[in-house]
């Protein structure tokens, strides 16, 4: 098994950079299994201009990571690059993070932990007028696990529809 992860990795790795999100932009691309299987993929790239959740099953017709840009302010990235807890959240993560502001507060999150729109490590830093915050607050959600399992089945075998899509798609009716 253990020989096995590591070889199936290390192909996942090359897949990725072989064919990243925006042609020789990636400025760095992490690769982990999903939960639970080594059959399918996750990679997060972090490009100049934000960054992409990607996807590959070894069952997958196409040798290849599908990417989906994920949503968040290089602008908001830079603004904030010296408030404390984004330092700290940006050497935790190894850089793999986004800073957004919403409602006018400020928001960061882990990108490795979690996939597209759940993080488990997302911190509401309060208000983003402020420089120096007292604290922060932990505000992670997590996927519905009666809608999550499904999905994780689903595309283990090779179905490249995305997390958010699916969930809206079962909480209509239509799936």
Same mark, same amino acid.
Request: glycine residues 8%; aromatic residues 12%.
């Given at each position: ?13 090359? *897949? ?21 299987n080594? #059959? ?10 934000? =960054? ?6 070894? +069952? %997958? ?9 994920? =949503?968040? =302010?290089?602008?908001?990235? @830079?603004?904030?690059?010296?408030h404390?807890d984004?330092?700290? #959240?940006g ?6 993070y986004? #800073?957004? #502001? @919403?409602?006018? !507060?400020?928001?960061?999150? @882990?990108?490795? *932990? ?5 993080? &488990?490590?997302?911190? %509401? +830093?309060?208000? =983003?007028?402020?420089?120096?915050? &007292?604290? &922060? ?6 996927? %519905?696990?009666?809608?999550? +399992? ?8 090779? @179905?490249?529809?995305?997390?958010? %899509?699916?969930?809206? !798609? ?6």
């Open positions: 098994y253990l020989i096995w992860g590591v070889a199936v990795h290390r192909y996942a790795v090359d *897949l990725a950079h072989r064919y990243p999100p925006v042609a020789d932009q990636a400025t760095k691309i992490l690769v982990t299994a999903a939960p639970l080594t #059959v399918l993929w996750r990679a997060i790239a972090m490009t100049p201009d934000g =960054s992409y959740e990607g996807w590959y099953s070894l +069952l %997958d017709k196409e040798r290849r990571f599908t990417w989906q840009r994920i =949503s968040f =302010s290089v602008e908001n990235r @830079d603004r904030y690059a010296r404390p984004v330092l700290r #959240v050497h935790f993560s190894h850089g793999f986004s #800073v957004d #502001v @919403d409602a006018g !507060r400020l928001f960061v999150t @882990d990108l490795r *932990l979690g996939l597209e729109p759940f993080y &488990s490590f997302r911190f %509401d +830093l309060g208000p =983003s007028d402020q420089s120096h915050l &007292s604290r &922060s607050e932990r505000v992670g959600v997590r996927p %519905d696990l009666g809608a999550g +399992l499904p999905w994780l089945w689903q595309r283990i075998q090779g @179905d490249p529809e995305n997390l958010r %899509d699916f969930i809206q !798609r079962r909480q209509s009716g239509k799936g």
